[in-house]
Each structure stands twice: as structure tokens, then as C-alpha cells.
């Protein structure tokens, strides 16, 4: 079946410790991107990549990096410089940016110790 | 300011009823709609996608319109069952600098057995 796998589901992080968290696609999709959730803030834009080997900063990228080395993948790190780590990270896909329907991943939650 | 509002915020049912939930967007760049479902600590799930040239789109026991011009969308899911409760969010694309999704925050709704 097709679809995107997050890894980990649940990740802790000790404060200053950089973590990385997976996105897998096997649905041949061009663009990728994470996103952040907190609770009453909705669903706001990190990084998202057009095709491989190109990223884009979104909307709150400071203190995280992202890699998009080949096209099933794009790997998201948390650095020590993200002042407020904790949060439920979710990683989507679509056709190419600009059409087709954005697919989720299930999300991985980071909480920082 | 929320560019994408949701109304209700939370809205509860008895099963077999039909509902409406209600998405708002005040930017007319907004050119397609998409409706998600997220159930508690999970992904995102595709509901739906109205693209620019369509008005409406139908899945099952749901279905979904967009008007630009009103800059409004609803939801509506007929004969409710309690697999439907869920959090519902819609989510508008439009072009700026980069193919940009904006979220709205979300209806949370319960149908009761």
C-alpha cells in the first residue's frame, strides 16, 4: 500500500541534544514538507522540498534543518537552537506543489525532557 | 488573524443526524479547498479535495462545496455514526512566494450512540 511512514511515533529529547525524525514516501510524490502542531495554534509550515536535492524555508524554520537527498525521503532535525521543541511533528506529500491532494503521515510527537 | 476559520469549534450529535461544518477564508487567492480528518494523536486523513474548477465534491456519506466568491466551504456528512467523531479541518492553497496551504483550526465533533 501506498503511503508515508513517520519514525519515530514518540521521541524524548533531553534539552541541547539534536534529534532527527524520518519521512519515508513510497507514492512517487515530487514535494514533501513538515509541518508543527500545538494545540490551539493549528498546523504551521517548517520546510518543504519541490524535488529532491531543493528545500524551502516555511514559516517557522529557525532552530530545524531538513536534507532531501532522494525523493521517497525527507528527514527533518530538531536542533538544540529550537527554543520550544515539543510538539507533534506530521510530514505530508503531494503530486508536486501547487496541485493534487496533501497526504499525512501519522506523526511523530517529540517531547523535550 | 486567522486567514482559514472554522465554526463550530466543537459540535455534538446524536447518531443518524446530518450536520454541517462551516470553513471561512478571507484571502480570494485561495484557489482549492481540502477537508482532513484527524482522530486523537494520529496524522491527517483526506476527506476531499474541491479543486478551483469545481464547486463540489462527494464521497460517500460526505460532501463538500466551495464557494470563492463567499470565500466559504462546508462539510456535510449525512446520517452521522460514532466512527465519524473526529477533529475536521479544512485547509485552503494559494500562491505567494512558495505553494502555500493555510489550515484552519479545526471542528472537533462527537456523535453519540
Known amino acids: 500500500d501506498g503511503g508515508i511512514t513517520q519514525s519515530p511515533k514518540y521521541l524524548f529529547r533531553k534539552e541541547g541534544q539534536n534529534v532527527t525524525l524520518s519521512c519515508e514516501q513510497n507514492l512517487n510524490h515530487d514535494a514533501m514538507y513538515w509541518y508543527r502542531q500545538d494545540p490551539g495554534q493549528g498546523l504551521r509550515l517548517i520546510y518543504y522540498s519541490q524535488i529532491v536535492n531543493d528545500f524551502q524555508k516555511g514559516d517557522i524554520a529557525e532552530g530545524y534543518s531538513v536534507s532531501r537527498e532522494k525523493k521517497e525521503s525527507f528527514p527533518l532535525t530538531v536542533t538544540s537552537a529550537q527554543k520550544n521543541p515539543t510538539a507533534f511533528y506530521l510530514c505530508?506529500?503531494?503530486?508536486?506543489?501547487?496541485?493534487?491532494?496533501?497526504?499525512f503521515g501519522e506523526g511523530s510527537r517529540l517531547t523535550v525532557l | 488573524k486567522q486567514e482559514v476559520t472554522q465554526i463550530p469549534a466543537a459540535l455534538s450529535v446524536p447518531e443518524g443526524e446530518n450536520l454541517v461544518l462551516n470553513c471561512s477564508f478571507t484571502d480570494s487567492a485561495i484557489y482549492n479547498l481540502q477537508w482532513f480528518r484527524q482522530d486523537p494523536g494520529k496524522g491527517l486523513t483526506s476527506l476531499l479535495l474541491i479543486q478551483s474548477s469545481q464547486r463540489e465534491q462527494t464521497s460517500g456519506r460526505l460532501n463538500a462545496s466551495l464557494d470563492k466568491s463567499s470565500g466559504r466551504s462546508t462539510l456535510y456528512i449525512a446520517a452521522s455514526q460514532p466512527g465519524d467523531s473526529a477533529t475536521y479541518l479544512c485547509a485552503g492553497r494559494k500562491k505567494t512566494s512558495y505553494d502555500k496551504v493555510i489550515f484552519g483550526p479545526g471542528t472537533s465533533l462527537s456523535v453519540i450512540p
Open positions: 505530508a506529500s503531494s503530486i508536486r506543489t501547487g496541485a493534487g491532494e496533501l497526504f
